[in-house]
């Protein structure tokens, strides 16, 4: 079983604030790590795909991060805006298969 | 380019009856995984599938259910005799390739079970 924890499960964000959350994973055998938002009622997104220890990505105003010795990928918004409200899910892949574990997600509610 | 299209978005279902979910993946993608999201829980891994092959299914329930993806046609997750546990929503994926690659998500099959 691999357990892929995110934190907090739910927060509440001012408008133009920042905010952050974090995925937390097993570091042994690591192979990719995928970044999802999903809005209510539609499908999951794919935001990032991390490979490499260290690995920094950007879309926009959100940005990701990736440790991967010892286990850990941040999510940053910068700026939240109302349309950043959603749950932003993590999944992991363990070297040798291909299936998506997924955490249960952050939901982050944008207060305008 | 449409997305992953799936098929029916609600379906509803008494128990004893079989459950068809259709999903059509993306044009040019030959990998599909189906995840169910059962409530209050996240998506959990169920089958990946490569056309007329089944890769892994190791997170399938043994008894009821069956994938398939044929050379022809949609990926097909079928559930025989569904109990009111099988409500839950199913997503299918579809990649171009391997699982570094970015999988990308269907609207998902609500299966209601009454």
């Given at each position: 079983i691999l357990n892929v924890e995110q934190s907090p499960q739910s927060l509440h964000v001012q408008e133009g604030d920042s905010t952050n959350f974090t995925c937390s994973f097993p570091s042994s055998n690591f192979y990719a790590l995928h970044w999802y938002r999903w809005e209510t009622a539609k499908s999951p997104e794919a935001l990032f795909v991390m490979t490499l220890n260290g690995d920094e990505k950007k879309k926009g105003r959100i940005s990701a991060t990736l440790n991967t010795k010892e286990g850990y990928s941040y999510l940053y918004i910068k700026g939240?805006?109302?349309?950043?409200?959603a749950t932003y899910l993590c999944a992991f892949i363990h070297y040798g298969n291909n299936r998506l574990a997924f955490g249960k997600g952050n939901q982050v509610v944008v207060i305008p | 380019n449409a997305g992953v299209m799936q098929n029916p978005r609600h379906l509803v279902r008494r128990r004893g009856q079989e459950a068809r979910l259709r999903c059509s993946p993306m044009k040019g993608h030959s990998h599909v995984y189906w995840y169910r999201q059962l409530p209050e829980e996240g998506l959990k891994f169920m089958v990946y599938l490569q056309k007329e092959n089944?890769?892994?299914?190791?997170?399938?329930?043994?008894?009821r259910f069956s994938a398939e993806f044929p050379k022809e046609g949609p990926s097909i997750l079928r559930i025989q005799q569904?109990?009111?546990?099988?409500?839950a929503a199913y997503f299918c994926a579809s990649s171009?390739?391997?699982?570094?690659e970015t999988q990308y998500f269907g609207p998902g099959t609500r299966l209601l079970v009454l």
């Open positions: 939240s805006q109302p349309e950043d409200s | 089944i890769i892994d299914e190791s997170g399938m329930p043994k008894e569904v109990v009111r546990g099988d409500s171009p390739g391997q699982s570094q």
